[in-house]
């Protein structure tokens, strides 16, 4: 039905879901939601890999440009999710939340196109401020569709189960994307890798907006604006902030091992020419572990789903402490296993915070917004990563370690393989009895 008011009402194709039809919730509707996954992941990945290389190797620019240039722009873009959430807010309450997608996907495609597709002719200093440009409309784009994918998939359904699968189908399609990213660039050029991003980009959000399950509506209320309050207003709520604090834990867990893999790969495993395959084992097992860990979800529920995943990647990763004892010829066998099942893990922290991020949202709709958790959730989630990078990194070097060198101490490689594998697991293990404790603070979802 089409209304007035414009907006989701104005696509007739839409299905509002209630309790009643989220059993039905077909595998259609489920990849129409969570296609647009695939575009926004496979927009990152060359950002952080691919992009440094491109600017130092095609165009000559010195390497502290380029990093005084990410660390700003990302800097920036950790800062403007909240912002991004209370806009998003503000366009749900109006019934106009597609909005959010239609201004995205635009940004996404058009900032990704520039920043790997520069005109020539450029002076070091233009080339730099064109970076920057298209940096902050790439990071519009990717920040701005996120938040209004996830607010969007939040209300879908009313079940831990559906939200599970809402989850999962979201950030199954996002690792499909990463996936896809890891290995186009370097067959077929980051010419096909722009194509396939625009037409993947206006193919999954012409999917969502046309044919996915529509939202509900977010109740009206008093507006507080694009304020500093508004942004933060989530964090009155106990519930949330206490899963927040569960998920910045277990977040800072995950992304140090993955700051540290190629370092450990190459310098303690000497398995650097199988980097690609770690990673693909890693990623393709995460997707098809969450269908089975979404089914657990009606009988186990979302806590205990999470906590079996975290318990998981501990068992796991506490093998790699003891991998200087193991026969070489071994070596290569028992870390791709080790991949799998860390992938397998991987599954649950994809599923489970969100689905019960949505939960809170959904039992306290007054005092939760959408759009303004998940601005935060995403500020943590890039935070997380920075704070991973800034706190490991200067400390492996301190205690010896230097990449890529035959000279590296005894010492050095030691402390790699300790903040690859042990720190991580204590972080687990404190995030695991957080999330114990803070049960009563989280009914029902």
Known sequence: MTTARG???????GVRVTAAAEAHLSRRALLAYGGLGFPLSFAALPIYVVLPDWYAQRFGLPLAWIGIVLLCSRLADAFADPWFGVWTDRLNQAGRLSRAIQVAVPLLILGFA?????????????????????????????SLGS??????????????????????AREGSGLLGVIAAAVLPGLAGMTAASALLALAALLASWMLLRIAPR???????????LTTRAMLAPLRHAGFRALLGVFALNGIAAAIPATLLLFFVRDVLGLQAYSGLILAIYFLSAVASMPLWSRGVPRFGLVRIWLAGMGLS????????????????????????????SGVALGTDLIAPAALAAGLIQQAPHAL?????????????????????????????????????????AAGTTALTLAYGLVPCILKLCAMVALWRIRPLIPGV
């Not at 939040?154 to 989850?167: F, M, N």
Request: hydrophobic residues 55%; glycine residues 12%; proline residues 8%.
């Open 369 to 409: 917004r959408e759009g303004a958790c998940f601005g935060l959730w995403n500020f943590t989630a890039k935070l997380n990563l920075a704070l991973a990078a800034g706190l490991m990194l200067p400390l492996l070097t301190l205690l010896g370690y230097a990449p890529g060198t035959l000279d590296t101490p």
């Open 314 to 341: 501990i068992a796991v990763f506490v093998w790699v402490i003891g991998v200087d004892y193991l026969d070489p010829s071994l070596m290569l066998p028992a870390f791709l296993l080790l991949s799998a099942l």
């Open 215 to 225: 939202p509900l509506a977010m109740p009206v209320s008093r507006t507080e604006g």
């Open 114 to 142: 520039a920043l790997f597709h520069p005109p020539g002719g450029l002076s070091p200093v233009q080339l730099t401020g064109w970076m920057v440009m298209a940096l902050l409309l790439t990071y519009a784009g990717f």
């Open 147 to 168: 938040i209004g994918h996830q607010a969007w998939g939040a209300t879908l359904a009313q079940s831990a189960g559906g939200r599970a699968s809402i989850a999962a």
């Open 7 to 13: 907006g989701l009402d104005a696509f007739p194709e």
